[in-house]
Nanobody
Framework: QVQLVESGGGLVQAGGSLRLSCGASGSTFSINDIGWHRQAPGKQREIIAVLSSGGTTNYADSVKGRFTISRDNAKNTVYLQMSSLKPEDTAVYYC???????????????WGQGTQVTVSS
C-alpha cells in the first residue's frame, strides 16, 4: 500500500556532500517514525539516523555531527544531508519507516530499495 523510493546517491570525493531523499507514496498513511540505514560491502546493515514522530533525532557515533536527518511532511519525504563525507561512508543507504495505513490498527515497517553512495579518496 505504501512505497518508499530513495534517490540522491552517487559518487563524491572525500570531504564533499550529498543529500539523499526518500519519498513515500501510495495509500493514505501516517508515519510513526523514520530512519536511515546503510550497508557496506561485506558488512552488516547499521542504523545511522532516526527521526521520531515527536521530532527527536538520534545518530550513530560514526556520522554524528556530519549527517542530518529531516523531513518535509507536505512532500511526504525524508532527507539525509551528508557532509564531510569519508571513504568509509561508502555503502548502500536505505530509508525505513514505520507506517500506519488508513484503516490499519498496527504499523508496519517499510523499506526503500536503497541508493548507492560512493566516496572516493
Amino acid at each position: 500500500q505504501v512505497q518508499l523510493v530513495e534517490s540522491g546517491g552517487g559518487l563524491v570525493q572525500a570531504g564533499g556532500s550529498l543529500r539523499l531523499s526518500c519519498g513515500a507514496s501510495g495509500s493514505t498513511f501516517s508515519i510513526n517514525d523514520i530512519g536511515w540505514h546503510r550497508q557496506a560491502p561485506g558488512k552488516q546493515r547499521e542504523i545511522i539516523a532516526v527521526l521520531s514522530s515527536g521530532g527527536t533525532t538520534n545518530y550513530a557515533d560514526s556520522v554524528k555531527g556530519r549527517f542530518t536527518i529531516s523531513r518535509d511532511n507536505a512532500k511526504n519525504t525524508v532527507y539525509l544531508q551528508m557532509s564531510s563525507l569519508k571513504p568509509e561512508d561508502t555503502a548502500v543507504y536505505y530509508c525505513n519507516a514505520h507506517i500506519t495505513t488508513t484503516g490499519a490498527i498496527f504499523p508496519e515497517s517499510y523499506w526503500g530499495q536503497g541508493t548507492q553512495v560512493t566516496v572516493s579518496s
